[in-house]
């Protein structure tokens, strides 16, 4: 190294925390923390860590605010693909790490660091994010993971930093959170499992609301503008707005299970009552302004964009094609969904919209016919099944001729 700076994805939590002693005390590195705020944190967040940072002995802190462009470049097409891992996980944490490993190596070029550093461990999904997004952007910078290199548990960790004067809780420390504006991720004893639930005092939020409350969402061309028919200007907010009314039921809570993509199944909980709530009520309306097919490749591309994303694969250029396309098929998704909020679950009673497809002048479903005779369904019936009836005529493979 040229230098001895080196900077430090710093989160505040038990591993950044060994991290940055480790690398300033242990390794002599001057050391400058950096915290992404995708989303997560408020303002006395950020001066709680950066006073933590500073007790731990780095040489600067930054926090950079990533949550406007996180939603700009990611999330909105999470939204437009419906995108749920697995049909449950909205890709809370594995979005946002790569908002953050971009933004952790544009400072790293800018104060001309001859490293970075990440509090990853070796079996899980950020190593590889972080490397990745690192060997891409800034190929000639020397990658450094305490935690991965040395296979530490957290009771080493703990240990560790109290040899150094530094306490940790060791309640708290038993669960890793990460939190962004796209949901809380939650990791435990209990997900390393592939039975246990985690318990409810493990989630950040705490259910605060009984009873139930009726709420509209207002979208156009694809993207949140309104919550309750209040109008904002940047859907963040109105994410924002909507996780507060949510989050006090306790929605969009579960534990996911997939592929890693080291090759291992994973378990990981989260809480992300407004990105649910969000990606739910597109997709119903969409249901209603999009054609079959349309609706047909939106979810053949998105199941792939959301696993490539997943997997740290965020910079390839497929990923511009497919946005293109995906941004292409939100010009009529604009509307209105109501739903109905109860503890810990919610429920789409319904949509407006001037571009639904549903219209009753064609037709409704299962009583009158107003834009067709019974002889033309009669003709295309017959014309629909045309080669189906030819095969089983030439080949007489009906099941019945097998009886």
């Given amino acids: 190294m040229k230098n001895n700076k080196v900077v430090l994805a710093f989160s505040g939590g038990l591993d950044t925390t060994y991290c940055a002693v480790y690398l300033s005390k242990i390794k002599n590195l001057e050391v400058h923390a950096v915290t992404v705020n995708t989303g997560g944190f408020d303002a006395a967040e950020i001066a709680r860590i950066e006073k933590h940072a500073f007790s731990l002995g780095v040489k600067s802190f930054k926090c950079i605010d990533e949550t406007d462009n996180f939603y700009k470049t990611v999330i909105r097409y999470l939204i437009y693909g419906n995108v749920l891992k697995n ?36 079996a899980g999904n950020d190593q590889v994010r ?166 047909y490749w939106k979810e053949q591309l998105s199941s792939w964009y959301g696993n490539w994303l997943h997997e740290g694969q965020f910079l390839d250029p497929t990923m511009r094609n497919i946005e293109k396309f995906l941004e292409d098929t939100q010009t009529n998704v604009t509307g209105k969904v109501f739903a109905t909020l109860y503890p810990y679950r919610f429920q789409l009673t319904g949509i407006e919209s001037e571009h639904d497809l549903m219209s009753a002048k064609f037709g409704s479903y299962g009583e009158m016919n107003n834009a067709w005779t019974g002889d033309d369904v009669k003709g295309f019936s017959k014309i629909f099944g045309n080669q189906v009836a030819i095969y089983h005529q030439v080949n007489s493979s009906l099941p019945v001729d097998k009886k």
């Avoid at 971009?102 to 550093?117: P, Q, R, S, T, W």
């Avoid at 992300?272 to 739910?280: D, N, Q, S, T, Y």
């Fill in 130 to 295: 972080f490397d990745m997004v690192f060997n891409i952007m800034i190929p000639n910078v020397e990658i450094i993971t305490p935690i991965r290199d040395m296979k530490l548990s957290r009771e080493a960790e703990i240990e560790f930093l109290k040899t150094h004067g530094v306490e940790i809780n060791a309640e708290k420390a038993k669960y890793s959170i990460n939190k962004g504006i796209w949901g809380t991720s939650v990791g435990g004893k209990e997900t390393l499992t592939s039975k246990n639930f985690l318990p409810e005092s493990a989630f950040p939020t705490q259910l605060t609301k009984e009873g139930t409350e009726n709420i509209s969402i207002t979208f156009k061309n694809g993207e949140i503008t309104g919550v309750n028919d209040e109008v904002f200007v940047n859907p963040v907010h109105a994410i924002q707005k909507l996780n507060e009314i949510a989050s006090a039921y306790a929605i969009g809570r579960d534990v996911h299970v997939g592929d890693t993509i080291i090759g291992i199944k994973g378990r990981v909980g989260f809480e992300a009552a407004a990105p649910v709530l969000i990606i739910k009520a597109h997709h119903l309306l969409e249901k209603h302004t999009l054609t079959k097919w349309q609706l």
């Fill in 87 to 122: 049909n449950t996980y909205p890709l809370s944490v594995s979005a946002e790490r790569i908002a953050q490993a971009m933004a952790i190596a544009h400072y790293a070029k800018l104060i001309g660091a001859e490293a970075v550093a990440h509090g990853s461990t070796g």
